[in-house]
């Protein structure tokens, strides 16, 4: 079965700050995906980055990078310089690669609610 | 439109009435999930379609619910005798059939109100 670990629930910081969001996650597949969704006040998800388990490069996009390390099961989302539309839920996701390829239900963590304050 | 549509946006009924919604995918993605959200917590998988291959239904939580797709295009998804603990926002997403990618683009949600 898998899993995704969110243990952080709610950050609060200043703007400007930096920030970074843990994600653990457990899976006996050897080829899996990776996701970060933010989930604004809106309500609507909005797909912010997906690796696969082959693929250990570190991404860096404007002011989000992720840290992905196999080796500890963990994809972590970096926020530089934080601004107060960072203010959202942000989840990880995994998805197992199904029979037909990638596509494959998504299992969420909890989510970690992000507070950037002016 | 270009992305995801799920009717209604809101919906209130009183326990123990059927309720059914629906959901338009991206045109030409060949899987479609539904996915619930209850208030604080994380998505939780309900089901899922893949073409014309047997939907995979683990995540439906009781007999109660269940969901119809007709071929590549809308879904509808039914919860009988809806209960109070029915109360979430469901969601509803797509994706490209290409085994390289697999984001799934969500809709914006409908939220069930079970009185």
């Known amino acids: 079965a898998q899993k995704v670990t969110q243990a952080q629930t709610e950050i609060s910081v200043v703007e400007k700050e930096d920030v970074t969001l843990d994600c653990v996650y457990e899976t006996r597949d050897t080829t899996y995906y990776l996701f970060w969704y933010k989930q604004p006040p809106s309500g609507e998800l909005v797909f912010l980055i997906r690796r696969n388990s082959f693929d250990e490069q570190n991404e860096i996009s404007g002011r989000y990078s992720w840290n992905f390390q196999k080796s500890t099961s963990s994809f972590n989302f970096t926020i530089t310089a934080s601004q107060v539309v960072d203010s959202a839920v942000y989840f990880c996701a995994l998805s197992e690669a199904g029979p037909t390829g990638a596509n494959s239900k998504l299992t969420f963590g909890k989510g970690i609610t992000l507070s950037v304050r002016p | 439109g270009a992305g995801v549509s799920q009717s209604p946006s809101n919906k209130v009924t009183e326990k123990g009435k059927d309720v059914e919604l629906r959901c338009d995918p991206i045109?030409?993605?060949?899987?479609l999930y539904w996915y619930r959200q209850r208030l604080g917590q994380g998505l939780e998988f309900l089901i899922y379609?893949?073409?014309?291959?047997?939907?995979?239904k683990s995540g439906l939580p009781s007999d109660r619910f269940s969901a119809e797709r007709t071929g590549e295009s809308v879904s509808t998804l039914t919860i009988q005798r809806t209960q109070q603990e029915d109360s979430a926002v469901y969601l509803c997403?797509?994706?490209?059939?290409?085994?390289?990618?697999?984001?799934?683009?969500f809709g914006p949600g409908t939220r069930l109100t079970v009185l």
């Open positions: 045109s030409g993605h060949t899987a």
């Open positions: 997403a797509s994706s490209h059939r290409t085994s390289e990618y697999n984001e799934q683009f």
């Open positions: 379609f893949q073409g014309n291959s047997a939907p995979d």
